[in-house]
């Protein structure tokens, strides 16, 4: 056996394997486990005697063994490049766990030793949640709540694409509030941050499990409904133009808030990059008719 000068001894390296913070297996090359240190045993909540001689793919979530099997058969074909990989494996609590493993190929050595693979497997759930949380920002408005334009574009066409699919139509809600500028200008701008989450609320509270509400800046918010008639849109525009009839409570004063509300319709079965653009035009031309409707109406 050929010895690397400053290598450790064998007493030493098994005390690495046993320590390491994060979780190491050593499997045969077709992946069943044959050692684990206690790092991996406790992340997935089993002991080392009920892992060993076990499949990886065993432990890996359902959704994911497909993407795993192939991470694997990668491996195999390039033995010289090691492979990551980030899954789910299934706890024996059941509780899912989110992991990136990095695997090596050793082969078989002059000395006699098997080939095969080294897996280092590194928890990644505080990452993951990091990367949900940076997600869901870049997607919401960060004062209501509501999806961004962002997301109110990637809803409208995944609505556009289902049309186009199952042949229903599509409804776009366009929604402005009607004074909202004399709020800022005589109350300041914190309140109309405060009409602009109460409004926020009353929306949500008129929408079906199907609709996206969003806002697109502004004062300007929208509703995408999926499988919607234009009668069915223009029910819940009137349900909405109940919801806001009331005065909005903002700390304590009582705020008197309109809404000017325009709807574009596409009908099923309709491309989606072709309908895209004008219904969200129409709605928005719907909804400045509205206005000046409402600018030009008698006061009762």
């Not at 390039?78 to 492979?83: A, F, I, L, S």
């Not at 808030?257 to 072709?274: D, F, K, N, Y």
């Amino acid at each position: 056996m050929i010895e690397v000068a400053g290598a450790l001894p064998p007493a030493d390296r098994r005390s690495v394997f046993a320590n390491a913070p994060m979780g190491i297996a050593l499997t045969t090359p077709a992946g069943l486990l044959v050692d684990v240190n206690p790092a991996l045993a406790a992340m997935v909540g089993r002991s080392a005697e009920e892992l060993h001689g076990r499949s990886v793919i065993d432990l890996v979530h359902p959704e994911g063994v497909l993407a795993a099997q192939e991470a694997h058969a990668t491996l195999t074909a390039q033995p010289d490049r090691p492979m990551r990989h980030e899954t789910r494996l299934r706890r024996a609590d059941g509780v899912d766990l989110p992991v990136q493993i990095t695997a090596s190929w050793v082969a078989q050595s002059d000395e006699g030793q098997a080939a095969h693979l080294v897996l280092i497997i590194e928890d990644i759930t505080e990452r993951k949640a990091l990367e949900g949380q940076l997600v869901h920002r870049s997607l919401h408005d960060p004062l209501t709540g509501l999806p961004n334009r962002l997301l109110f574009h990637d809803r409208l066409r995944h609505a556009l694409d289902r049309g186009r699919r199952e042949d229903t139509p599509t409804c776009v809600l366009i929604i402005d509030l009607d004074g909202f500028k004399a709020i800022n200008d005589e109350l300041g701008h914190p309140m109309g941050d405060l009409a602009l989450v109460s409004f926020a609320e009353r929306l949500r509270s008129v929408l079906r499990a199907s609709d996206t509400a969003a806002r697109l800046g502004g004062d300007e918010f929208s509703i995408v409904c999926e499988n919607t008639e234009r009668a069915d849109a223009q029910a819940l525009a009137d349900r909405l133009r109940t919801a806001v009839t009331e005065p909005l409570e903002l700390g304590g004063t009582r705020v008197p808030v309109g809404i000017s509300i325009g709807i574009g319709t596409a009908r099923g079965g309709e491309q989606p990059e072709e309908v895209y653009e004008r219904v969200v035009r129409a709605a928005d031309d719907d909804m400045y008719a509205d206005k000046a409707r409402r600018r030009t109406a008698p006061r009762r």
